[in-house]
């Protein structure tokens, strides 16, 4: 268990939708990481947040966005959804935001139909 | 910009066979070095990590040297076993954010 707890596990809607992803970073871990695991793409990391703050953006599409609230708790909102935004959506964590090893959670898949 | 090359898989062994998993990176300044393990239907797991020039990164008897003359962090076992099949992936971070760039994961199976 690496402490770090992402919501729902498995979310299946339309083209068009929007969702939200749920990410409780591990105890004391002040940045949260957002990666997209798709087959085509592989591992691409989207943005980062550090302690309610953005830190480095990734190929995060202009339809996603994410925030880092003060419980440092962390969203990852998809909008106009594509099916090619069907993917594995892991969150990460680690103390700083730094060159510090970040442990993930169990990811949520998302489908589009 | 910066990328890291995994050997392409999938890589088949038996059981207390050696084990060598080819990565290697392309990099500003200088990176920290990283291997994850993902077991099916699981996050990543960090499994060993460096952080300079000649660092050894050891944990449950795989290793990888970091190796900045050849741009290269080779994941070694000595002898695998069936539970470590899963797929492994090589990473870097450079610069001062947590960004992990991947390299495209190799899926490890190990026959008994």
């Known amino acids: 268990d690496s402490g770090v707890t992402q919501t729902p596990k498995h979310l299946i809607t339309a083209t068009g939708q929007r969702v939200t992803l749920r990410c409780s970073p591990r105890s004391g871990d002040l940045s949260v990481y957002w990666y997209q695991q798709s087959l085509d793409q592989g591992l691409q990391f989207l943005i980062q947040y550090y302690n309610g703050e953005e830190r480095a953006k990734g190929n995060i599409l202009e339809r996603f966005s994410a925030q880092q609230f003060p419980d440092l708790h962390s969203e990852l909102n998809l909008s106009s959804l594509e099916l090619g935004d069907s993917a594995l959506y892991f969150c990460?964590?680690?103390?700083?935001?730094?060159?510090?090893?970040?442990?993930f959670g169990d990811g949520t898949r998302l489908s589009i139909l | 910009g910066d990328s890291v090359t995994q050997m392409e898989g999938p890589v088949t062994l038996s059981e207390e066979a050696f084990l060598t998993i080819n990565c290697t990176y392309t990099a500003t300044g200088y990176p920290s070095l990283f291997w994850y393990v993902q077991y099916p239907g699981e996050g990543l797991q960090l499994l060993l990590k460096a952080t300079k020039a000649d660092d050894k990164g050891s944990n449950k008897g795989f290793e990888a040297t970091y190796r900045k003359e050849t741009t290269s962090f080779h994941l070694e076992k000595g002898s695998v076993q069936v539970s470590d099949s899963a797929v492994y992936f090589c990473?870097?971070?450079?610069?001062?954010?947590?960004?992990?760039?991947f390299g495209q994961g190799t899926t490890l199976q190990v026959k008994p």
């Open positions: 990460a964590s680690s103390v700083t935001g730094v060159d510090q090893p970040q442990h």
């Open positions: 990473a870097l971070i450079t610069g001062n954010t947590g960004k992990l760039i």
